[in-house]
């Protein structure tokens, strides 16, 4: 019987061992947070309760920073954690992130080919369709503007739109740019053409997302076998939780 236990003790702390060889890190949404009441946080006690090394830095996009840094800038802060997690030995990383953090995560996997796979939970932040500039007057417009007559580094207003609701941020021109140009590098399509890891990608059935398919981005994607494309129950906010048993299983079986 002791003998018994002891096995079952050691194939318990092993399973932890393969897992804890996985890194993830997980970007919050537009105007979140990593607080373990936020739907990003959940999802990250839920892949820490399996045993996976799991890093939720507070981005350039946080209701805290809103918009302190370009989206090449928030690029290499994400790597500064992709070298941490490396640092501390794990086997894989992935990185995750929610809407605006998806749309981050797919940026960073387009650019760097250091990480085993991207995870993009209810991706947002679309610059390149019609009907979200429209909303927000094409604010990009007069953030060039302002850049081409070399002012682009002085703080004002910009225009913001998160899942229906507006804000104005105070940020400069260049920075705001960088994220809002409808040619520029947060075009979610085009960085999921260049991906370099596999793509998980997670969305509620009730998201307006879901309404675009998988034409919008998810069919760009270079083929890897580990590609999936994920639809659950639930909006837009819910996603991370609705969806944390296909993310555990992907991360488990990549």
Known sequence: MKIKSLILVLVYFFSLNIFAQTGVILLHGKWGTTKSGSPIGKLANALNGKGFVVVTPEMSWSRNRYYDSTYEESMSEINTHVQSLKARGVDKIVVGGHSMGANAAIGYGSQYGDIDGV??????????????????????????????????DKKGKFKDLNQGKKKNVQTTAKIYLSWFDPNGPAVIPNNVNSLKSPLLWV?????????????YAFSKAPYFSKNQYSIVKGGHGATPVKGKKVIIQWLKDL
Do not use: Y
């Not at 019609?130 to 850049?147: G, L, V």
């Open 119 to 152: 995870l993009a939970i209810a991706p947002g932040h679309v610059p390149d369709v019609e009907f979200f500039q429209n909303k927000i007057n094409n604010d990009w417009e007069r953030a060039k503007k302002i850049i081409s007559q070399g002012t682009g």
């Open 203 to 215: 969305i509620g059935e009730k998201d307006i997302m879901n309404k675009r398919g998988e034409k």
